[in-house]
């Protein structure tokens, strides 16, 4: 895997699957590293090449001093398609990789063929919870948040079911570097995209999850509401909707990319 410079900034970057296949990347949720991607890659690499990475301040990936924003993000991601010498590639990001893919779809539209959107806002309307949020991770680690955060992840059935897959989302979770989570949780409590989805002219899908508590279906709608000619889809799963639902998430995420 190599790691690729960001404005002095070290991001991990992953790239697998077809040779000259279209090109795909990635985008974690908050909290995660490019491993919440597994249960698509067998299904993805098969037909594109897939880039995946862990945001800065996450995974093996350095962790600068804060504050972040959603443009330093976009930035990232830009850096990382420059190094590989990636004129476009499609986008697929969840909850953050989510909005870094609003920022990018209106800013760099050039570099975007379609974009995907799954369980994740454009906008934030009271910054209260995750001012909240900080105090308790400054307070107590991540350890303070972890079983609030899981249980929005994921439903309480599907928790009771995979076990084994709920406790390796929690242990990727618990491994965050704490001043990198700090950091973008951050930018996040500042969120406001709102004015920039009407410039995003990639074909755009967005995905919601019915029980997701984090960024509901209303969330959704609104950026569905606000890309011309967006379309959306509703999965029966919380937050993470690409674990809980992995083969109605790959099912989604390939029609769309494939469909002419």
Known sequence: MPMIDADGCLLNVS?????????????????????????????????????????????????????????????????????LNIEKTHWCGLSMGGMVGQWLGANAPERFGKI??????????????WLNRIKAVKEGG???????????????????REPQITANVKAMLMATPVQGYLACCEALSTLDQRAMLPKIKSPTLVIAGRHDTSTPVAAGELIRSQIPGASLTILDAAHISNVEQSHAFTDAVVGFLTQR
């Open 15 to 83: 790239v697998e699957g077809r040779d000259g296949g279209p090109t795909l990347m990635l985008s974690n949720s908050l909290g995660c590293t490019l491993q919440m991607w597994e249960p698509q890659m067998k299904a993805l690499t098969q037909l594109f090449r897939v880039i995946r990475y862990d945001r800065r301040g996450h995974g093996k990936s350095s962790v600068p001093p804060g504050p972040y924003s959603m443009e330093r993000f976009g930035r990232d991601v830009l850096a990382i398609l420059d190094d």
């Open 116 to 129: 995907i959107l799954a369980n994740t806002a454009c906008y934030y309307p009271d910054p209260t919870n």
């Open 142 to 160: 991540l350890a303070a948040i972890a079983d609030t955060v899981i249980a929005n992840w994921l439903t309480a059935d599907f928790r009771e």
